[in-house]
């Protein structure tokens, strides 16, 4: 029986957004007419350089680099943003925040979230006649109309149907340091555990959550507030075989999108037992994040090896304000900025799993033996992009929250904006315009040492292509249908269990 069996895992994504994703997906003779599967998995905070297969000095990912090793690497892959909410509703939608409305983070109190206008990739595919379900980290706004599993009446009375296209869900709302807990992990500056009882609450940094504690929904039920840290590896991990199994049984094809808490900070304290005493607490969180992962394929491979598409990959590269606690960019410094203390982050975009794509700047789309696309078709497992242009917008540095303030035309890489991103020791870089963009020489300078002089023949061949590039994109978003997302705050919004209790603290089972 003749196989076709292309393997292919996302693998890691940079600060400056260089990703090498990878992804599992194989067919047989006897699966060919049917619907694959999906299974998304994306690390939260993870850099390039975590990964072995990406860097020879990482010995943590023994899963993973073995998906690498057996599969397709994609090797100038990108994410549509550079934090948490943006990266998230580009992923699921296929258009950047200044279409689909996500140009920023979403707060414990938001009130509204990705605009109901916006279609996601889990309604395409249950309209056709998938199981979908999602497990992990949200970020995209308000637990009720805007929650992943939501069809009903909102809650909050405006009448909307909140449908954004998953059957199941279980997971936290927000990043896991939007919460107090009980077991608080490693931050950089460290947060204090929830209050009990009477005792008040120690806010000791502006950025930690003492009057909340953090929520763990199961669909639109909170079953566990504060949520457990330490154990909620293990619980993504039995929900996501859990589901697997069941929509196998069904005959159904499905989705499956798991959002991990890896490798955010606070980063779990994990048991001694599960690794070297030495082990310092970044290494362990990555080996407990691969262990999560290889327990995750292996299920696939049990039930759903010969027509499963299995994608790994990062949202937005390392939260290098973290130090020691954030993970390593590889060879993507970035060194023009960093010498200034005033990075930004160039983000990623995401390629559209074989559907219709929507015509949008934030998709650039790979081919492959299995696929169909809009351009050539190549026979070799390969790919190659129809779009050679990208664009970074900006989500956590200077500028305004989702301009298009960085060009990487094919080999080069145009800065409109640069500064304002928090480095460890604290700094912050100035600021700074630049009415003609700084360029980068990608294939010449891979780490952005020294832009190209503007003077030179090669700067003045490239500056009126990303020019045109740049103006193209802004006047097509000026002509689309453009959503607006609700970032307004209301405390009544903060998921609660019971309001009574200190930080709403589930009553004891």
């Given amino acids: 029986m003749a196989w076709l069996s292309l393997k292919v895992l996302l693998v890691g994504l940079s600060f400056l957004g260089c990703l090498y994703p990878l992804v599992d997906f194989s067919f047989s003779g006897e699966t060919r007419g049917q619907k694959p599967n999906f299974v998304i998995i994306l690390a939260d905070d993870m850099g390039w350089g975590d990964l072995g297969a990406n860097w020879a000095g990482t010995k943590d990912t023994a899963n993973l680099d073995k998906m690498a090793a057996e599969g397709m690497r994609f090797v100038d892959f990108h994410a549509a943003a550079s934090t948490c909410s943006p990266s998230r509703a580009a992923l699921l939608t296929g258009r950047l925040g200044l279409r689909n409305g996500v140009t920023h983070n979403f707060a414990v109190t938001s009130v509204g979230g990705l605009p109901l206008n916006e279609t996601t990739l889990a309604e395409v595919l249950r309209g056709a006649?998938?199981?979908?379900?999602?497990?992990?980290?949200?970020?995209?706004?308000?637990?009720?109309?805007?929650?992943?599993?939501?069809?009903?009446?909102?809650?909050?009375?405006?009448?909307?149907?909140?449908?954004?296209?998953?059957?199941?869900?279980?997971?936290?709302?927000?990043?896991?340091?939007?919460?107090?807990?009980?077991?608080?992990?490693?931050?950089?500056?460290?947060?204090?555990?929830?209050?009990?009882?009477?005792?008040?609450?120690?806010?000791?940094?502006?950025?930690?959550?003492?009057?909340?504690?953090?929520?763990?929904?199961?669909?639109?039920?909170?079953?566990?507030?504060?949520?457990?840290?330490?154990?909620?590896?293990?619980?993504?991990?039995?929900?996501?075989?859990?589901?697997?199994?069941?929509?196998?049984?069904?005959?159904?094809?499905?989705?499956?999108?798991?959002?991990?808490?890896?490798?955010?900070?606070?980063?779990?304290?994990?048991?001694?037992?599960?690794?070297?005493?030495?082990?310092?607490?970044?290494?362990?969180?990555?080996?407990?994040?691969?262990?999560?992962?290889?327990?995750?394929?292996?299920?696939?491979?049990?039930?759903?090896?010969?027509?499963?598409?299995?994608?790994?990959?990062?949202?937005?590269?390392?939260?290098?304000?973290?130090?020691?606690?954030?993970?390593?960019?590889?060879?993507?410094?970035?060194?023009?900025?960093?010498?200034?203390?005033?990075?930004?982050?160039?983000?990623?975009?995401?390629?559209?799993?074989?559907?219709?794509?929507?015509?949008?700047?934030?998709?650039?789309?790979?081919?492959?033996?299995?696929?169909?696309?809009?351009?050539?078709?190549?026979?070799?497992?390969?790919?190659?992009?129809?779009?050679?242009?990208?664009?970074?917008?900006?989500?956590?540095?200077?500028?305004?929250?989702?301009?298009l303030q960085t060009v990487r035309l094919e080999r080069y890489k145009a800065f409109y904006v640069t500064g304002g991103a928090r480095a460890c020791d604290g700094s912050v870089g100035p600021e700074r315009r630049h009415e003609r963009p700084l360029i980068f020489d990608l294939e010449a300078d891979l780490a952005e040492a020294a832009p190209l002089a503007e003077g030179g023949a090669q700067y003045r061949a490239v500056l009126p292509r990303v020019a045109a590039a740049l103006a193209g994109a802004l006047d097509d978003i000026a002509r689309d249908r453009v959503s607006r997302a609700d970032y307004s705050q209301d405390p009544s919004a903060r998921p609660c269990c019971d309001p009574r209790r200190p930080a709403c603290r589930c009553p004891a089972a």
């Avoid at 975009?349 to 492959?368: F, H, I, M, N, R």
Wanted: with cysteine.
């Fill in 129 to 403: 006649g998938y199981v979908t379900g999602m497990i992990g980290k949200w970020h995209l706004g308000h637990h009720g109309s805007h929650h992943p599993s939501f069809r009903g009446e909102d809650p909050r009375g405006t009448g909307y149907l909140g449908n954004r296209g998953f059957d199941y869900y279980f997971g936290i709302p927000y990043s896991h340091d939007m919460g107090c807990t009980d077991t608080p992990g490693y931050n950089h500056p460290p947060c204090p555990a929830c209050p009990r009882g009477d005792r008040p609450s120690r806010n000791l940094e502006r950025d930690c959550y003492s009057d909340v504690a953090l929520p763990l929904y199961e669909n639109l039920n909170i079953v566990e507030q504060p949520v457990n840290l330490s154990a909620l590896a293990q619980k993504y991990a039995e929900k996501a075989t859990q589901f697997i199994r069941q929509a196998s049984t069904s005959g159904r094809p499905f989705l499956l999108y798991v959002g991990l808490a890896h490798m955010h900070v606070p980063l779990t304290r994990t048991p001694l037992s599960a690794g070297p005493r030495s082990l310092r607490p970044y290494s362990a969180g990555l080996r407990e994040m691969d262990r999560l992962v290889g327990r995750i394929k292996d299920t696939v491979d049990l039930e759903g090896k010969n027509n499963t598409f299995l994608w790994f990959t990062g949202d937005n590269g390392p939260w290098a304000q973290k130090c020691e606690l954030a993970g390593s960019v590889g060879p993507f410094t970035g060194l023009w900025q960093a010498r200034r203390a005033c990075w930004t982050s160039s983000p990623p975009c995401w390629p559209w799993l074989g559907l219709p794509c929507p015509e949008d700047d934030a998709l650039t789309v790979w081919t492959s033996r299995r696929c169909c696309s809009a351009g050539r078709r190549r026979d070799t497992g390969s790919m190659e992009t129809l779009n050679h242009v990208l664009f970074h917008p900006n989500s956590g540095a200077a500028g305004e929250d989702g301009a």
